[in-house]
């Protein structure tokens, strides 16, 4: 072996790395390393002679960089490159509206949760926004009432990186939901750490547009008779057994495609605890 051919070594200089090229498709979420910005592909343009992809964030505000390195995908940096002999095809829509993340598998869950009332609270919004929150890593959890809230809050232990979104029911001056969260926000170290909305219906299944199941409003039920069998029972639906008010809300719930077809008092709540949930912390 001749070791004269060795001539002098810099052995402090890291060998160079190649980013690994990804296609910039519609729904590809990238963020861009410099200024933090994270969205998903809706465009592709050529200006100037270079390539422009635009990104859309989960409010569907758009920003544009140059195609190129410079982004993370999954934490990892790579260069996005225009699609190969194809264009981009057209962004996918999620059942809440946002623009669906292609071939990405659902993030570990974090350690902030939203609670919501009860299993069909849970089931509706998994329905609509289940897309999105696994990618953002948010777990809804049903609480089955909210009569001890606020042991369960102390409980949960709430912090920077482990944030409470609370949806209530029939949040509405002077009722009973409203003296207890108001009882829980007394402490003023939660406000930064948990956020309760709620909606004024009696039951999420009124936040369902009736014109979405083909009726010009939900029926009038009686104090005397227990809400969803009195909903039931006017739609002519089974309605005496647990397992009949479960039956039936799968027949509501099966009717609900998108955000389209539930009340904007609904979706602006569910969209503000996912915004607060997945804030930067400060």
């Given at each position: ?10 052995l402090s200089a890291p060998p160079?790395r190649?980013?690994p ?9 990238a963020?861009?390393?410099?200024t933090?910005?994270v969205?998903?592909?809706v ?10 992809v635009?990104l ?5 505000k758009v ?14 940096p790579?260069?996005?490159i225009?699609p ?6 057209k962004?996918?829509?999620?059942a ?10 659902a993030?570990?869950a974090?350690a ?5 009332e009860?299993?069909h609270?849970?089931e ?17 959890e049903?609480?089955r009432g909210?009569d ?19 949806l ?15 009882n ?9 750490h948990v ?19 083909g009726?010009?409003?939900?029926p009038t ?5 227990e809400?969803?069998q009195?909903i039931?029972q ?6 005496s ?8 809300w799968?027949r509501?719930?099966?009717r609900?495609n ?7 008092s609904l979706?602006?709540?569910v969209?503000e ?9 400060s």
């Amino acid at each position: 072996m001749h070791f004269n051919q060795w001539g002098p070594q810099d052995l402090s200089a890291p060998p160079k790395r190649i980013l690994p090229k990804v296609e910039a498709l519609a729904g590809v979420v990238a963020e861009d390393v410099q200024t933090g910005w994270v969205g998903a592909v809706v465009r592709l343009e050529k200006s100037g002679g270079m390539h422009i992809v635009e990104l859309a964030d989960r409010r569907e505000k758009v920003r544009a960089f140059p195609l190129g390195p410079g982004f993370l995908i999954d934490g990892e940096p790579v260069e996005l490159i225009a699609p190969v002999a194809t264009a981009v095809r057209k962004a996918v829509r999620t059942a809440s509206g946002s623009v669906k993340v292609a071939d990405t598998r659902a993030r570990v869950a974090k350690a902030s949760r939203i609670w919501v009332e009860g299993k069909h609270d849970a089931e509706l919004v998994e329905k609509v926004w289940g897309d999105d929150l696994r990618v953002e890593g948010i777990v809804v959890e049903p609480l089955r009432g909210i009569d001890d809230l606020t042991a369960a809050v102390a409980d949960f232990s709430p912090g920077p990186y482990r944030r409470l979104g609370i949806l209530v029911d029939h949040l509405v001056p002077g009722s009973k939901e409203t003296r207890i969260v108001a009882n829980l926000m007394k402490s003023a170290g939660l406000r930064n750490h948990v956020l309760v909305v709620g909606h004024p219906y009696v039951d999420v299944w009124q936040a369902i547009k009736p014109a979405t199941l083909g009726i010009l409003a939900w029926p009038t039920v009686p104090r005397s008779i227990e809400w969803k069998q009195g909903i039931l029972q006017a739609f002519g639906w089974p309605h005496s057994t647990a397992e009949d008010i479960g039956l039936g809300w799968q027949r509501l719930l099966s009717r609900v495609n998108s955000y389209a077809d539930l009340e904007p008092s609904l979706l602006g709540r569910v969209e503000e605890v996912i915004d607060f949930l997945t804030a930067p912390v400060s």
